[in-house]
């Protein structure tokens, strides 16, 4: 049986090929594709984005991660001394930690937020300019369309390695 998100994947291709073939017999199609993933994580862009991914959160993180450790240091102290402590003793050390806990797990979430946000943002940025490069080169060269991640293609009409030399600054066509 063929799933709802399968059926609308045919449905959506069958289409662009009927659309396509009445656009070639109008007039000459000339199509380009190009691999994505490649371009992404070849890019200058790529690089340049994880970079200040990690200069921006490698020290919050680090701070966490020392906390997290620090946490459970003073867990097992607690565990091992838990039993020559009064019973006030073990109830408000029990709560301290407890609130380093709640107070790590939420700094912990705020950082994943913050950190996805930024990730999100700078990954945006990247693909506008990723995309802006494409439509100059389908535009110079006269494609009339370029698919992205194709299950197969000739190597001829593979314009990745147009869209990467452009990206790094390797035509001045920008």
Request: aromatic share 6%; glycine share 6%; net charge positive.
């Amino acid at each position: 049986m063929i799933s709802r998100y399968k059926w609308c994947s045919i449905a959506v291709v069958g289409l662009g090929l009927m659309l396509a073939s009445g656009l070639a017999s109008a007039q000459q199609l000339k199509i380009a594709v190009v691999n994505s993933s490649d371009v992404v994580h070849q890019s200058p862009e790529y690089k340049a984005a994880a970079e200040q991914m990690k200069s921006e959160f490698s020290k919050r993180r680090n701070k966490i991660e020392e906390e997290g450790k620090k946490l459970q240091a003073d867990i097992q102290t607690y565990q091992k001394n838990a039993d020559v402590m009064t019973s006030d003793e073990r109830v408000k050390k029990e709560n301290a930690l407890l609130a380093r806990e709640n107070n790590l797990k939420y700094e912990q979430k705020q950082f994943q937020e913050d950190f996805q946000k930024r990730e999100q943002q700078l990954s945006q940025n990247m693909m506008e300019h990723i995309k802006a490069v494409i439509e100059k080169i389908a535009k110079e060269k006269g494609y009339s369309l370029v698919i992205q991640d194709p299950v197969y293609a000739i190597p001829g009409i593979d314009i990745t390695k147009e869209v990467l030399r452009r990206l790094k600054g390797g035509s001045g066509k920008h």
